[in-house]
């Protein structure tokens, strides 16, 4: 079974700070990973995603996120957060090996950036 | 291309009664999918569907049942609306998974239906 654990509920930051959400993940076999992005009173938005390759992604909005397969962990990044960062951020996940087709989320981290 | 859209964004019902949630996409995805998202549990999948007249059950399917009788379109029915289906319902599409390219493997979010089971 596939499974996402987003550990911290809220993150804090002042603008310009650096900001870290983490998450971590259970499958059987490969990963692939997603962070997603939502604003109040609005659908998910694609932030990012791992598939293969580099560890390093890099996506929109200035974030970027870490696949560490020996921690499994893929926690997202911003060097310099902004005001317009607060949100409630997602991660998802599908062990690759799967038949199924659907997605694994996290319960969603509120990030709150303090002008 | 308006992506996905949700019909409608707001709804209140009364126990007891039914209701059709309409999604459509016109990005030609094959697969789609219906969640709900409750505060602290993330979202949650009900049924989705990787093609026109196939559908399945996901995590939540209990009290829903859905239709995917063109490609563009997947409707989420609820034929007898109790209190604890109260929440917000997000449908999304992708393509199929494994392909490679950009866009790919990614889902991609309605607005959202606002639902009140009273």
């Known amino acids: 079974a596939q499974s996402v654990a987003q550990p911290e509920d809220q993150v804090n930051v002042a603008e310009g700070n650096p900001l870290t959400v983490k998450c971590t993940y259970s499958?059987?076999?490969?990963?692939?990973l997603f962070w997603y992005v939502q604003y109040p009173n609005r659908g998910l938005q694609f932030l990012l995603k791992?598939?293969?390759?580099?560890?390093l992604v890099k996506g929109s909005y200035g974030f970027e996120a870490e696949f560490n397969k020996s921690q499994t962990s893929f926690h997202l990044k911003k060097p310099s957060a902004l005001v317009s960062d607060s949100a409630l951020y997602f991660c998802?996940?599908?062990?690759?090996?799967?038949?199924?087709?659907?997605?694994?989320f996290g319960a969603g981290t509120t990030v709150t950036v303090r002008a | 291309n308006a992506g996905v859209t949700q019909t409608p964004k707001f709804r209140v019902l009364k126990t007891g009664q039914s209701m059709t949630l309409l999604c459509a996409q016109d990005?030609?995805?094959?697969?789609m999918y219906w969640y709900r998202q409750d505060p602290g549990m993330g979202l949650r999948l009900i049924h989705y569907?990787?093609?026109?007249?196939?559908?399945a059950k996901g995590e939540v399917p209990d009290g829903y049942n859905v239709s995917r009788l063109k490609k563009q379109n997947f409707l989420l029915g609820l034929e007898s609306a109790a209190p604890s289906q109260t929440s917000v319902y997000f449908c999304a599409s992708s393509y199929p998974f494994g392909l490679a390219g950009p866009n790919y493997n990614e889902q991609f979010f309605g607005p959202g239906t606002r639902l009140t089971v009273l």
């Open positions: 990005m030609n995805h094959e697969y």
């Open positions: 569907s990787v093609g026109e007249g196939t559908t």
């Open positions: 998802a996940v599908r062990d690759v090996p799967s038949n199924d087709y659907k997605l694994s």
């Open positions: 499958v059987s076999g490969n990963p692939y």
């Open positions: 791992y598939i293969t390759g580099d560890n």
